[in-house]
């Protein structure tokens, strides 16, 4: 029996993670073994909830105003003492957090062989995003085997010179978590305050945008939400204390806009299918939205996810306060502006990218034992794909 660990720590991660995990339990040739490290608390339990997913682990090693040494140093220290005990034949990691990053170095440290999900997003600017950009590039010098979720994905790892053979194309877990949480007959009571209004969903946490560019957002928004009093927009604020002073500071008492806690992956999965256009700085949220055609307005002066804005849907704005009051107030009173980017386009999978991880994994393809790679010779393409 192979054993498998699986490692996630935020909000994201376990968006992403718990169909791989899903999956895995139901192959009887893994054993599979989940250790979250708490890097977020309530945020990550929400996910684990609405997923009915148990940890076997939990490093709990969140703390209030947490720092990235914090955060590296908690999970190098918690996290060796399960490694030792459970002896992972591969441990699986997620993307591009500190929980990645800090659980890939202590695989290597103990020589544990790594496989990196979400793997081959680059911005190629080491301060944007901040850490990510770091993280995914030295999770990508650890790991063994890499699962990119798109063609364009897996070329970087090609070119940064990985083994053609180490690399699987199989389409973001994101689009299967979807299978789970998208539905018909949902409804809120955000969604009744809306009622016939256009819906601005709007999201924002990133940290090189906390503090000016943060509150320059906020602003541009203010403006655009008090010219349009049709609009209801709804804003789930980040749990980090700094994002939430800056959002109470610029958008309390604007009458158009609700601010509310961390609404579940259920709740943001249907509130992104139903609304008008989203405005965010997110990761997921770029990679959810194109699939129900909603258009993005991205806050962040870089993306590593082109293919998104290559179909149309999403639009980079920056974190000016110019640039997205111009770009908004466009969407809002252009009519062919919006129609040009609010067409459904799916470039980040089909849905079943746990399964190919899983198959991958189970069938020795990937296999941790020998060290032996995928297809010999090339990169395998397990979904239908463009290679670039
Ligand atoms: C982290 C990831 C980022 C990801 C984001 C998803 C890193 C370096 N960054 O950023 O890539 O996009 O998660 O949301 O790994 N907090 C709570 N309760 C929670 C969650 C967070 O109070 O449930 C607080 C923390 O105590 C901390 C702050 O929010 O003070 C920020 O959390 P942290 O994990 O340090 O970074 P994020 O900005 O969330
Ligand atoms: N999300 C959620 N509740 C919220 C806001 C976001 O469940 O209140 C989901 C969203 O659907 C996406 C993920 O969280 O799947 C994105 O997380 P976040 O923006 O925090 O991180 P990133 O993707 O930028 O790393």
Request: hydrophobic letters at 35%.
């Amino acid at each position: 029996m192979k054993k498998v660990m699986i490692v996630f720590g935020t909000r994201p991660e376990a968006i992403k993670m718990c169909p791989v995990a899903k999956e895995l339990k139901t192959r009887k040739g893994i054993q599979t073994v989940i250790c979250v490290t708490g890097q977020h608390r309530n945020m990550l339990d929400s996910v684990l909830e609405s997923f009915r997913v148990t940890p076997d682990y939990d490093l709990s090693i969140m703390r209030e105003n947490q720092t990235l040494f914090d955060i590296t140093q908690g999970i190098l220290s918690e996290f060796r003492p399960v490694l030792e005990a459970e002896k992972p034949d591969m441990v699986l990691v997620h993307g591009d957090t500190s929980t990645a990053f800090a659980a890939a170095l202590a695989c290597f440290y103990l020589q544990i062989p790594v496989g990196h999900v979400e793997a081959g997003l680059r911005t190629y600017r080491i301060d944007s995003p901040y850490p990510e950009e770091f993280n995914r590039q030295a999770v990508g010098v650890i790991a063994r085997y890499h699962f990119a979720p798109t063609a364009a994905a897996a070329e970087h790892l090609i070119r940064e010179g990985k083994r053609p053979d180490s690399i699987f194309i199989t389409g973001n877990t994101v689009i299967d978590a979807m299978r789970y949480t998208v539905r018909e007959d949902y409804t809120h009571p955000e969604l009744e305050w809306a009622g016939d209004h256009p819906l601005i969903f709007l999201t924002a946490h990133r940290r090189e945008n906390l503090g000016t560019p943060m509150h320059q957002m906020f602003r541009a928004i203010r403006r655009v939400l008090t010219e349009h009093p049709e609009c209801r927009a709804v804003y789930p604020i980040h749990m980090n204390p700094q994002v939430r002073r800056a959002a109470e500071e610029e958008l309390r008492g604007c009458a158009n806009i609700h601010l509310i806690e961390p609404i579940s992956v259920i709740d943001c999965h249907n509130f992104e299918a139903r609304c008008h256009l989203c405005l965010t700085d997110s990761g997921g949220i770029q990679e959810e939205c194109p699939t129900f055609g909603r258009p993005v307005l991205v806050m962040r002066d870089t993306t590593e996810r082109p293919e998104g804005v290559e179909s149309g849907v999403l639009r980079l704005v920056g974190t000016e306060e110019e640039s997205i009051y111009r770009n908004f107030t466009e969407l809002l009173e252009n009519r062919a502006a919006y129609e040009a980017m609010a067409h459904a386009s799916n470039p980040y999978g089909d849905g079943n990218a746990s399964l190919r991880i899983a198959d991958i994994l189970e069938t020795g393809r990937c296999d941790p034992w020998t060290g032996s790679g995928g297809t010999p010779g090339g990169v395998s393409a397990e979904m239908e794909t463009e290679t670039e």
